[in-house]
């Protein structure tokens, strides 16, 4: 019986597979899938949900008792005389006799639950089939995927009365589900994707990764999260066993034709037609171990790639070679191929053979592409042509960098001296080089010095333009694009890595003028394109692809941004490993802006889980401020201060692009936490102001207009003309969105406001929309319109159900801070009691109640209580009783428990 795990995976199938067989005109249920797929688990499961209510009899086909008549009926045989043993019918009352004495309640009907039935010998078949077709017997029949089932089984299936179920690969959220119960902890949103594409879907391969990458220490726990911190092991013993147990079931040809096509793949159809006859390659395409042949030519894959060095390993060096020597003619066209390359590569060094230099530099460069870090940094060591070693130690340089080995990325990486004196570089490796050395805390200067010292070139002209660009020098990044644009100006290379590197700098400097829209232009074209040719390198397409994000979100474009995550960041699984975290945190970015700070949270803190321990592209700073800052508008302030600490102290104290986002996010989290225990509220809101005050002169709008909504969402109005301002100098509908209703809020009209609200609801920008119907339904509640004010609030409420109710609307304008009874009032309105009760409570006049609560409207700009329970920030984890209610003013917390107040 296959050891397939069971999980939450089976859990609908099961159930399915229970209402089937107990309909009244079903005789069997027939459930199909591959090896691994769930089907021992469908059945074992629907077997104990039946147990009690059906007599369950087990059945196991063998392929040592496939030829051996009635060999699976042996055990229930034993009274069957001698002389019967030649009579189907004497074989069928003979099994039916130690049926009926097994059976603890013959009122309950009989189930045969049946696995692998296509090894059932076709004796024991007939009486199986016999026993269902007169109704006497139920059964659940299990087999593999395009197996041939035995004659009876067939006829059984054509006669009626059976129900098919297809166990399908799984999904990735039933892959997430999967690792998640089997680890007992969230994943990183990349993880289940990387195991899902590995596995393709199936349960029991999934099993062997998920414990193999464990006990590897590639899957580990960091923090609350698990991550991958490195390529997936493909000889662990799991996966082996499972080879092992494929080579078990096949005949000696087929053992043989599937070790060729291991060797040899993408191995030729010809060849192995030629040595094992196209019979073979049937029975090893319908066990569903080798997809049907492909293209013109044909040629043959394993079905599930991930068995490749697994059953590799399981073959003797002699029979390799043996092996090979039948394939020396088709070497050639299986190094042109990737997959082939690869294979190739393993084979040669595992089995200690040479390989031409030029051939293992490029199965090294393919491996740093494919994240096959291990065959990478083996196939870079063996490369002994001093011509080729400068590339082949630009290999081993990426993947230190990759592994946050920076002080070795750095070393391998230092460009070197040629004859003619002077320092040569390439580009990637200059670029991870430059990297390398921000991370390890080199001032710009000095690395500037050893730029200089490169010889003149692009590589030293692109290298000088990356370095002005990562400390911010925005006039010196112009001079060099401008003097680059009219050198090249009849130059006819447009797509080369040096033009992709170039443009997305530029891009950096069209954000901050307010074009990003330019910015997409100038570099998603060029990257497309570049990854299609595939003559973009792992870096530089990370390199690239963060500068065309940080242009989809200043752009607003939302849906534009998770596509090219999809397509340029996590496509492969070196994008998996190792910008899996780096999505995410843009993925956050992009719902921050948005308002869906719960969303952004759970976004977030993973990724910082996953950053703290390797982060390449320098972003857990950025993951980390705008989780505190997305924390502290759910009222999660302990959450929020543990992930400062990543921004104060940051692991990686290197030059980032992204730094000024930092601050401004690290400031306005600060802001939010003050109070008792932090920073007085008016010293926080200074130390806010001075970042946007900093943020004003960089000549990046993109980040004055962050700035400006972070101040607003502060509570503070004082600057609603600098955010209209600043966003109509900006592209794009994030900022045309803040830009309306800034407009709208300042006009302060109910009639603008609403239009407004009602404008931005349509064009989907909910967060601003919101803030609208709520300052309208303020307005309209001051000129006593009531009924309007509520439907303004009933539309505010709306769209908090869109944003997952994240949080309050804006808070009031730079109010005084409450009076103690003022807060225990307020405390008690929005717990539900009344004025009367209120005086109850606190032993004083229901006027005295009335007078406080006046005085607290007026501070907080609201005039009903329905307002007051959104302007005090009610916690989203509190319940509107008055037993127990929590909620913050000013950024300090308070409480009502059993009608107490408590302050904290």
């Known amino acids: 019986m296959n050891e397939e795990p069971p999980g939450p995976h089976v859990l609908p199938t099961t159930a399915r597979v229970v209402e089937l067989v107990q309909r009244p005109g079903t005789a069997a249920v027939l459930v199909l899938g591959e090896m691994g797929a769930g089907k021992s688990a469908v059945l074992d499961g629907a077997a104990r949900l039946l147990d009690g209510a059906m007599e369950l009899l087990r059945l196991h086909g063998s392929p040592s008792l496939a030829k051996v008549p009635y060999g699976v009926l042996a055990p229930f045989l034993g009274a069957l005389p001698p002389e019967g043993a030649g009579s189907r019918v004497e074989v069928l009352r003979a099994f039916w006799r130690a049926v009926e004495a097994l059976r603890r309640d013959r009122r309950r009907d009989l189930l045969l639950v049946i696995d692998d039935a296509h090894e059932l010998d076709p004796a024991s078949s007939e009486v199986v089939a016999e026993l269902v077709s007169a109704r006497w017997t139920k059964a659940f029949v299990a087999a593999p995927s395009g197996a041939a089932l035995p004659r009876p089984l067939m006829e059984l299936w054509l006669d009626g009365g059976v129900e098919r179920v297809d166990l399908a690969p799984l999904s990735v959220d039933q892959v997430r589900e999967f690792i998640e119960s089997a680890l007992g902890g969230r994943v990183l949103a990349s993880v289940p994707r990387l195991f899902w594409q590995a596995s393709e879907g199936n349960p029991l391969v999934l099993g062997r990764l998920v414990d193999e990458a464990r006990r590897a220490g590639s899957l580990a726990l960091r923090g609350q999260t698990w991550v991958i911190t490195g390529e997936l092991p493909h000889q662990g013993v799991g996966l082996v066993g499972l080879a092992r147990a494929q080579l078990a079931r096949l005949t000696a040809p087929e053992r043989e034709a599937l070790s060729l096509i291991v060797v040899a793949e993408p191995a030729p159809l010809e060849l192995i037609e030629r040595e094992y006859g196209a019979e073979t390659i049937q029975r090893l395409v319908a066990t569903r171990l080798v997809r049907p042949p492909e293209g013109p030519d044909g040629v043959l894959r394993l079905r599930h790639p991930v068995y490749g060095n697994a059953l590799l390993s399981l073959i003797p060096r002699t029979t390799s070679l043996e092996l090979r020597q039948h394939a020396t003619e088709y070497v050639a066209h299986q190094t042109s191929t990737a997959e082939g390359l690869l294979r190739a590569t393993t084979w040669a060094l595992d089995c200690g053979f040479t390989m031409e230099d030029a051939t293992l530099l490029a199965a090294a460069q393919l491996g740093l592409r494919l994240y096959e870090t291990s065959l990478a940094v083996r196939?870079?060591?063996?490369?002994?042509?001093?011509?080729?070693?400068?590339?082949?130690?630009?290999?081993?340089?990426?993947?230190?960098?990759?592994?946050?080995?920076?002080?070795?990325?750095?070393?391998?990486?230092?460009?070197?001296?040629?004859?003619?004196?002077?320092?040569?570089?390439?580009?990637?490796?200059?670029?991870?080089?430059?990297?390398?050395?921000?991370?390890?805390?080199?001032?710009?200067?000095?690395?500037?010095?050893?730029?200089?010292?490169?010889?003149?070139?692009?590589?030293?002209?692109?290298?000088?333009?990356?370095?002005?660009?990562?400390?911010?020098?925005?006039?010196?990044?112009?001079?060099?694009?401008?003097?680059?644009?009219?050198a090249r100006a009849h130059d006819a290379r447009a797509d080369d890595l040096a033009e992709i590197v170039v443009q997305s700098v530029r891009a950096e400097l069209l954000v901050g003028a307010g074009h990003p829209i330019q910015a997409l232009a100038a570099v998603r074209g060029r990257l497309t394109r570049a990854v299609e040719g595939n003559i973009v390198t792992p870096f530089v397409q990370s390199f690239a692809t963060a500068r065309l994000l940080i242009a989809d979100l200043t752009a607003g474009q939302w849906d534009a941004a998770d596509a090219d995550v999809q397509r340029f960041l996590i496509a492969s699984n070196a994008g998996l490993v190792a910008d899996g975290a780096a999505a995410e945190t843009a993925r956050g970015l992009s719902l921050l802006r948005r308002g869906m700070f719960r969303d952004a949270l759970a976004a977030l803190t993973p990724a910082v889980d996953a950053l703290r321990g390797r982060d390449p592209q320098h972003v857990v700073g950025l993951a980390a401020s705008t989780a505190a800052y997305a924390g502290v508008r759910l009222g999660e302030y302990d959450v929020a201060r543990g992930l400062l600490i990543d921004v104060e102290n940051p692991a990686n104290p290197g030059v980032s692009l992204l730094r000024p986002l930092v601050d401004l996010f690290a400031a306005a989290a600060r802001a939010g936490l003050a109070g008792p225990g932090a920073l007085?509220?008016?010293?926080?809101?200074?130390?806010?102001?001075?970042?946007?005050?900093?943020?004003?002169?960089?000549?990046?709008?993109?980040?004055?207009?962050?700035?400006?909504?972070?101040?607003?969402?502060?509570?503070?109005?004082?600057?609603?003309?600098?955010?209209?301002?600043?966003?109509?100098?900006?592209?794009?509908?994030?900022?045309?969105?803040?830009?309306?209703?800034?407009?709208?809020?300042?006009?302060?009209?109910?009639?603008?406001?609403?239009?407004?609200?009602?404008?931005?609801?349509?064009?989907?920008?909910?967060?601003?929309?919101?803030?609208?119907?709520?300052?309208?339904?303020?307005?309209?509640?001051?000129?006593?319109?009531?009924?309007?004010?509520?439907?303004?609030?009933?539309?505010?409420?709306?769209?908090?159900?869109?944003?997952?109710?994240?949080?309050?609307?804006?808070?009031?304008?730079e109010v005084k801070r409450l009076t103690r009874r003022e807060r225990e009032v307020v405390a008690f309105a929005v717990s539900g009691l009344s004025d009367r009760e209120i005086a109850q409570r606190l032993t004083v006049s229901v006027r005295t109640v009335e007078g406080h609560l006046y005085r607290a409207y007026a501070k907080l700009d609201v005039t009903s209580r329905e307002q007051l329970t959104s302007a005090v920030g009610r916690t989203r984890r509190s319940t509107p009783s008055a037993r127990a209610i929590e909620y913050t003013s000013n950024g300090t917390k308070y409480s009502v428990s059993d009608g107490v107040p408590k302050y904290e």
């Not at 430059?434 to 290298?463: N, Q, Y």
């Not at 794009?732 to 609200?757: C, F, Q, V």
């Open 379 to 486: 196939a870079a060591r063996a490369v002994g042509d001093p011509e080729l070693r400068p590339a082949a130690d630009e290999v081993l340089g990426q993947v230190a960098y990759s592994r946050g080995e920076y002080a070795e990325a750095a070393a391998l990486l230092r460009p070197s001296g040629g004859l003619d004196g002077r320092t040569h570089a390439c580009l990637t490796g200059g670029l991870v080089w430059i990297f390398a050395r921000t991370a390890l805390g080199h001032s710009a200067g000095a690395i500037r010095d050893d730029v200089d010292r490169l010889e003149d070139g692009e590589v030293r002209e692109v290298l000088g333009l990356v370095l002005d660009s990562l400390v911010g020098d925005s006039a010196r990044v112009a001079e060099r694009l401008a003097r680059r644009q009219a």
């Open 680 to 813: 007085p509220v008016a010293e926080a809101g200074r130390d806010l102001e001075a970042v946007l005050e900093r943020m004003s002169g960089r000549g990046r709008l993109d980040l004055e207009i962050q700035g400006e909504i972070l101040w607003l969402e502060a509570g503070h109005r004082s600057r609603l003309d600098r955010l209209r301002d600043v966003a109509e100098r900006i592209e794009g509908a994030w900022a045309a969105s803040a830009a309306r209703m800034a407009s709208a809020l300042i006009d302060g009209s109910p009639a603008t406001l609403l239009e407004a609200a009602e404008s931005l609801f349509a064009a989907g920008a909910v967060w601003n929309s919101r803030e609208c119907f709520a300052d309208a339904s303020r307005a309209l509640d001051r000129m006593l319109r009531r009924a309007d004010a509520r439907e303004a609030w009933a539309r505010k409420t709306d769209c908090d159900a869109i944003l997952g109710d994240e949080g309050p609307a804006l808070a009031p304008p």
